[in-house]
Each structure stands twice: as C-alpha cells, then as structure tokens.
C-alpha cells in the first residue's frame, strides 16, 4: 500500500498487520527505487524486456479494471476486452489521419489533421467506455454467473465484429487492417516516441513509456484499494457474498452493479487509450476473446478480490512468454539443435497447467486476501482459539 | 396508549394456484414486541418477505409510523425503518463480522466513489464514524471477541446474534426477526431472550417470527397466528393460548373440541 496512513485505517487497531508507518514508508521507498532502476537494470538484455514490463503495466491497469468486476462485486466478465477496444480506438480515431483521410469534411474542418491530445483522450475514452460498461451492465443485471458469464461474452464479440466490420460503406475503423500513424504520447514539449534529451538525459522511448505506464498502473492500484476500502467496496462485496441480505441491509443492488460494471471498463478504457499511443497502431485482432481470458486468468492466478494478488498474476502472466522466449527456444536449439515447441504454443500450454494447478492446490489464487480473522486471533490469544481452529480446518 | 408503528391490511399474495396470503393484516404498536406465529406453511415467512420488499404483495396497505409505503424494493424498506433477519442466516460469510455490521450502515452512509477515491475529509470522517459504530454494536451485541473473523468461522449462535448487529446497524424503527431462535440450544435461547429484551428497551419495536412457544409466550406483548394464509387470531399471549382456533391449527380438530366443551 502506497499510502500509510490508509493501511492504518484499513485495519482497526491491535491488529497484526497493522505495520509502524516507518516500515510501510521504507517498504514503498525500496519498491519505489526498485520499479525506477528496473528498465536500467534489464536494458542491457535487450528492449524487448522493458517492452514487455510495458505490456505488463498495461496488464495491470486491465487485471484491475477486471477485479472491480469480478472480484470485488462478483459478476463474471468474459468480454471485458471489449472496453480495452473502445478507449484503444477513441485514441486511435482521435489522432491519426485514418477519419481524416475518409470523411473530406472532417480534413476541411482539421487541415492539420486530428491530433487530439491523449491527455483529452483518456478521459474521453473512459467514459465511452464507462457508458459500455453501463450498455452491458443494464441488461444483464438480473443474471448470475453462467448465464451472465455467456452475455458478457457475446458483448465482447459484437464490439470487435463491429471494429472487424465498420469499414464498409462508410470507413470508421479501416477494418481488419486496423488504423496506423496514431500519435505517441506527448508529455509538454516531450514526444515519448522521439524523446531526445530530458532533463539532460537521453532515454530511449521505451524506458519513458515504461515510467508513463508504470505510474498510470500504480495509480490503478491506488485508485482500487482506496475503492475496496470503501463504503462502496463494502457494498460490492456485500453483493458478491449474498445479494438478498445485500438488498436487505438497503444496498441499492442495480445502481451499485452498474457502478462496478461502469469503474471496471473505466480501467480498461484508459489502459486502452495508452496501448494505442504505446503501439501507434490498433487492430481487432488485439481485442479477441482470447485476451478476455487472459486478463481473467491473471485475476484468477494472482487472487479473487486482492489487489496485491492481482498485479502479481498480471505481471506474472504478462511477462511470461518473454521469459518463455528467452529460456526455451536457446534451451532447445542447445539440446535438440532446433525449436521443437514454440514459444507461443508452449504459452497456451503454460497458461492451462497453471490453471489447472490452481483450481486443485491454491484455488483462492496465489496471494489471496489473507484470513484476516485467523491471523488477528493469533496474535492477540497467542493460541488459536474454537473458531479459529474450525476455519483452519477447512480447506480453502 | 401508544402510537401505531406499523400497520399493514389486506394483503394478498399468490403463487400461482396458491393463495399465501388472505387479507392478511396485522398492526403493531410502538416498542412492542411482537409475535407472529403459525404452524409450518401457514406464510408467515412470505408475509415477511412482502412486508420488507423481497416479495411483491399483489394488494395491501402498508404504513409505518403513518407514512404509507408499498415494499417494492427492498432497500427502499431498509431505508424507512425495517430491518431484518434470516431463517436460514444470510451473514456476508467471507466479509469480517465487523465488515459485516458495517455493511449495515450503508443506508444511512453517503460516501460515494469519487469520495472514496480522493479520501475526501467528509470520507474518512464518515468511514471512522461507521467502524466506531459497528464495533461499539458488535460489542453491545456480546460477539466483540470476533469483530475480525470471517462470518462463517463463528459459532452457530454467534451467527445469529451477528445477524441482529447487523439489522440493528441499520437504525431501523423495526427489527424483523425470522425465527431467531431456530437450532438454538437452552443456553443460547435464554441470551437470545435477554438480548431481544435489552434491543427493546433502547427503543427499537421488534416483529418476530418464531416456533418455539415459549419463548414467543415469555416474550411478546401481542401475537398474530397465521393458518393458511389467513389471520386466525390475534391478542396477548394468553389469549392466544387459549383460542380454540389456534389450537385446532396447531393439534387437530379432536383437541379444539375438547377445548371449546371445557370453555363452555
């Protein structure tokens, strides 16, 4: 947690991991340090390792978004990449030649071109993709798990038909083909593509969109646990666990599942926007069911519901096929003299054994929330008492 | 004497070819504690659900403290004064029981996200409000001891106590209570009874569901029976008790009319 003062209030006091400021300051700060050296210290592998940090701050932002959803108010989400999509194409739309090019009057209203800032973008584009969320969110309120799991689906399915598709008779979003030449971030007077000197400093492009995007994920993450900790994350929760006693206790049930439907997409329609500006091109094939799932798994693996578990799994799964590509394929072509198993094949089946293996040994995920009752009664008795040894019993 | 709280008349309800509810009414008086009873199947749980919104009433009038309100929604209803409880409890089970009171103080909360993501100062003022008071309740209730267990790890009886803190976070004018007594041992009936005596006293009206007798006899100041849908008598316990109505209900014609020949 970044802000102290919150963990303190997060956990009433006595408890055991109510931690002194001074450790959660010196915590931040090495985690801090650590997050600027890193690109430097992984530089001199190769930028594929800083690009891939990249994707994984991407990642981040997107496993969030989905936690909110999934995790915090319990409602399955198979299209969440769908949200991705919308702020991904409001930035592209916004600013490249591609609405120029084939609406005349937009050229004669812009001779310069649409160059919309990604500073009004982003806000933009989260709330087309809040307004989704909302779209999807409304018809699916009375429906639960399976059933809702399969219309959240189909969403994300129309919306990249829909960018496959919108390119005849009137070309919106050129089709398969995707739209190129979209404008990299500009911080002031800085174009994070072609940095030059900052500050003195020459840093490559890559190292400035890894700080961009690690700070926007940081932010995320900030923005999730002041959420969870909320009157508002209580009532998600509360909504998760039982939705009658929920209605029961006065939580206006539709209004605050179409708030978790309509903050999630937020998330994903911001991490949307700076994938366009990172990459400077979009296409649907980015936003395919397939994706859905990962950003799924990522929550899944790392922990339902736990924001430090979340990113774990996030970064986790974001950075394993350019660990795969820089261990296995040198691995084989040293044993076997060539690659038997590519990477990306080997990917899929990485993803699925991970799966598998957390369903049968960590189904909470791989840092879950942790049973707070159990690890307060400990500390405070010393020895666990009836209850605590009942809960302890159970298998997780 | 004392005023009216709640007062609900003609209600009906029907599923289908089963009619739950006859113009059923049942009026309440201001920090009573009342009963309604009736055998297994007789609606009085449907009668609950309709009172707090679960379940759409076909017909009726409902009004508390004067107001009328038709249960369309139940948060709508947990707004204007009723809580309640479960007969098959209903807790948050992976939230904290003290998360769980704290829940309950959602309705009467209004930090929104855009709060709660700036930590506004009427925020964090709000959210140390709501803890205080949800320890305090939980404290008040008897179950302080696991504010920061999960729900489902605590005892049986411990649930339904938690369940009650849970209602009673809501400030409400009414506590609805569906057979809070229910797989409840001697020991955990007695506290339960002291309890609902001491919430009471404090000047919360309670509407109670319940099968076991005496309890509902030591307890309340007027009960309702229900048989089929239908009111079948109304009075002070006593009077209940000895109603050959609600006697014919519960044992059968043979004994009613054993009653009825003593009576006379």
Same mark, same amino acid.
């Given at each position: 947690m970044s802000d102290p003062a919150a963990s303190e209030r997060a956990n009433p006091p006595g408890s055991a991991s109510g931690r002194p400021p001074s450790?959660?300051?010196?915590?931040?700060?090495?985690?801090?340090? +650590?997050?600027?050296?890193?690109? !430097?210290?992984?530089?001199?592998?190769?930028?594929?390792w800083v690009r891939g940090l990249c994707f994984a701050a991407l990642y981040v932002m997107l496993a969030l978004g989905l936690n909110i959803v999934v995790g915090f108010a319990g409602l399955l989400d198979?299209? /969440?990449?769908? %949200?991705y999509a919308v702020g991904a194409y409001t930035y592209a739309l916004l600013a490249s030649p591609h609405l120029t090019e084939h609406f005349p009057a937009l050229a004669h209203a812009f001779p310069a071109g649409l160059h919309v800032s990604i500073w009004l973008a982003l806000p933009i584009g989260a709330s087309l993709a809040a307004a989704f969320g909302i779209l999807l969110g409304a018809p699916v309120l009375k429906l639960r798990g399976d059933y809702l799991a399969i219309v959240t689906l189909g969403f994300g399915e129309i919306i990249r038909i829909f960018l496959n598709n919108l390119n005849a008779p009137l070309n919106f979003t050129n089709g398969p083909?995707?739209?190129?030449?979209?404008?990299?971030?500009?911080?002031?007077?800085v174009d994070l593509a072609?940095?030059?000197?900052?500050?003195? %400093?020459?840093?490559?492009?890559?190292?400035? /969109?890894?700080?961009?995007?690690?700070?926007?994920?940081?932010?995320?993450?900030?923005?999730?646990?002041?959420?969870?900790?909320?009157?508002?994350?209580?009532? !998600?929760? +509360?909504?998760?666990?039982?939705?009658?006693?929920?209605? +029961?206790?006065?939580?206006?049930?539709?209004?605050?599942?179409?708030? +978790?439907?309509?903050?999630?997409?937020?998330f994903g329609g911001v991490a949307g926007g700076l994938f366009a500006a990172f990459q400077g091109f979009v296409s649907p094939e980015s936003f395919s069911l397939m994706e859905s799932i990962v950003v799924l798994s990522m929550v899944v693996l790392g922990g339902l519901g736990h924001v430090p578990g979340v990113v774990l799994g996030a970064v986790m799964l974001a950075m394993l096929p350019e660990a795969l590509r820089h261990t296995v394929v040198p691995l084989q072509e040293a044993i076997f003299g060539r690659v038997l198993i590519d990477a990306e094949v080997l990917r899929m089946l990485l993803y699925g054994l991970a799966t598998v293996g957390i369903m049968l040994y960590r189904p909470r995920g791989l840092w879950p929330a942790p049973e707070h009752g159990v690890r307060r009664a400990l500390a405070r008795n010393g020895a666990p008492g009836p209850a605590v040894a009942q809960s302890g019993s159970r298998d997780g | 004497? =004392?005023?009216?709280?709640?007062?609900? #008349?003609?209600?009906?309800?029907?599923?289908?070819?089963?009619?739950?509810?006859?113009?059923?009414?049942?009026? $309440?008086?201001?920090?009573?504690?009342?009963?309604? $009873? #009736?055998p297994n199947g007789a609606g009085k749980t449907t009668f609950f659900n309709v009172l707090t919104g679960l379940l759409k009433p076909d017909s009726g009038r409902f009004e508390l403290c004067g107001l009328?309100?038709?249960?369309?929604?139940?948060?709508?209803? =947990?707004?204007? #004064?009723?809580?309640?409880?479960?007969?098959?409890?209903?807790?948050?089970?992976?939230?904290?029981?003290?998360?769980?009171?704290?829940?309950?103080?959602?309705?009467?909360?209004?930090?929104?996200?855009?709060?709660?993501v700036l930590r506004t100062r009427r925020a964090r003022t709000e959210e140390s409000a709501i803890r205080s008071a949800a320890r305090q309740l939980i404290d008040e209730i008897g179950i302080g001891r696991y504010a920061?267990?999960?729900?489902?790890?605590?005892?049986?009886?411990?649930?339904?106590?938690?369940? $009650?803190?849970?209602?009673?976070?809501?400030?409400?004018?009414?506590?609805?209570?569906?057979?809070?007594?229910? #797989?409840?041992?001697a020991t955990e009936k007695a506290g339960l009874r002291e309890l609902l005596v001491t919430i009471r006293a404090k000047g919360v009206t309670i509407l109670l569901i319940e099968h076991d007798v005496k309890l509902v006899m030591g307890l309340c100041d007027c009960v309702t029976v229900l048989d089929y849908g239908k009111v079948i008598s109304v009075g002070t316990p006593i009077q209940v008790q000895r109603d050959p109505d609600v006697i014919e209900a519960y044992l059968g014609r043979p004994h009613a009319a054993l009653v009825r020949q003593e009576m006379r």
């Open positions: 450790q959660v300051y010196a915590a931040t700060a090495a985690v801090g340090l +650590a997050l600027i050296a890193l690109p !430097w210290l992984l530089g001199p592998f190769g930028s594929a198979l299209g /969440y990449i769908a %949200f083909s995707g739209i190129t030449l979209i404008d990299p971030v500009r911080i002031g007077s072609h940095p030059g000197s900052v500050l003195g %400093f020459r840093p490559s492009s890559l190292v400035l /969109y890894y700080y961009l995007l690690v700070s926007m994920a940081l932010l995320a993450m900030l923005v999730c646990i002041r959420l969870q900790d909320s009157r508002l994350g209580r009532a !998600w929760m +509360a909504i998760r666990e039982d939705e009658v006693a929920a209605k +029961a206790m006065g939580i206006n049930v539709r209004n605050v599942k179409l708030l +978790a439907f309509s903050l999630g997409a937020t | 004497m =004392a005023e009216c709280l709640l007062r609900a #008349g003609s209600v009906n309800k029907r599923f289908g070819g089963l009619q739950a509810l006859s113009d059923v009414q049942i009026q $309440i008086e201001r920090n009573q504690i009342y009963g309604l $009873i #009736g009328p309100y038709w249960p369309s929604d139940a948060h709508r209803v =947990a707004k204007a #004064g009723i809580a309640r409880t479960f007969q098959n409890i209903r807790l948050f089970p992976d939230m904290t029981a003290l998360e769980n009171v704290m829940v309950g103080r959602h309705v009467r909360t209004h930090a929104n996200a855009l709060d709660a920061g267990h999960l729900a489902r790890t605590l005892p049986y009886g411990d649930q339904r106590r938690l369940e $009650i803190a849970r209602a009673l976070a809501t400030e409400p004018k009414l506590l609805a209570l569906d057979e809070p007594a229910a #797989g409840m041992n």
